[in-house]
């Protein structure tokens, strides 16, 4: 089943732009990703599904802050104009054969 | 607008059966084009997906390997929701569960059952 690769942490300036990354391991480039993100105990909350054409399709209520884009095995988020409610873990996912599986998450700060 | 919400108890003994039920608002268990999963979420295993039951002119379920033996998810068609049954749990089954829907991501969650195992 595929792996998804995430750096454990990340931090950017209030109203900067920030860009995560999802690595797919070696044998599923081509597999779709969602990203979803996770507030301090809360559930986490859907953001949108990224192809690997870099092709996004975004939650309904998700700010035109954030966006997603495609390089080979790797999937972005991009999340501009940094807000204070944006400090969360975030999370991609992706299935293959009737499995779903997560990535360990990036911690985003906020400064 | 789908909404998931979880109910059943937070604390299970060890040996014992893990009950959760998700109920459903916006959509239905019996969607031709959705699936509804069970995912828990812990420090030691992160998020960590379950199994899903689906109806595609009959009910399916998939489960994950690592609790396949132990798991079951049955729906309810007639309070349009599911439930996720786990048994013989061990203290390293405690975990935030949740419930969600897919249509091929995941897209709605619940709001999330803290559920710990201790005697």
């Known amino acids: 089943q595929p792996v998804l690769t995430q750096s454990s942490s990340a931090s950017a300036s209030l109203g900067s732009s920030v860009k995560l990354t999802c690595t797919l391991s070696?044998?599923?480039?081509?597999?779709?990703i969602a990203w979803h993100h996770q507030q301090p105990g809360k559930a986490p909350r859907y953001l949108m599904k990224?192809?690997?054409?870099?092709?996004?399709n975004k939650g309904s209520g998700v700010p035109d802050r954030f966006s997603g884009s495609s390089s080979g095995a790797d999937r972005y988020l991009t999340i501009s104009n940094l807000q204070s409610e944006d400090e969360a873990d975030y999370y991609c996912?992706?299935?293959?054969?009737?499995?779903?599986?997560f990535g360990g998450g990036t911690k985003l700060t906020v400064l | 607008q789908v909404q998931l919400q979880q109910s059943g108890p937070g604390l299970v003994k060890p040996s014992q059966t893990l009950s959760l039920t998700c109920a459903i608002s916006?959509?239905?268990?019996?969607?031709?084009?959705?699936?509804w999963n069970w995912i828990r979420q812990s420090p030691s295993r992160g998020l960590e997906w379950l199994g899903r039951?689906?109806?595609?002119?009959?009910?399916?379920?998939d489960y994950a390997i690592s609790v396949k033996s132990r798991i079951t998810i049955n729906p309810d068609t007639s309070k349009n929701q599911f439930s996720l049954h786990l048994k013989s749990v061990t203290p390293d089954d405690t975990a935030v569960y949740y419930c969600?829907?897919?249509?091929?991501?995941?897209?709605?969650w619940g709001q999330g059952t803290l559920v710990t195992v201790s005697s």
């Open positions: 916006g959509d239905s268990v019996s969607s031709n084009n959705a699936a």
């Open positions: 990224l192809e690997r054409s870099g092709n996004y």
């Open positions: 039951t689906y109806y595609r002119s009959k009910w399916y379920n």
């Open positions: 996912e992706t299935w293959d054969s009737d499995t779903w599986v």
């Open positions: 969600a829907r897919n249509q091929a991501d995941i897209d709605y």
């Open positions: 070696s044998g599923h480039s081509r597999l779709t």
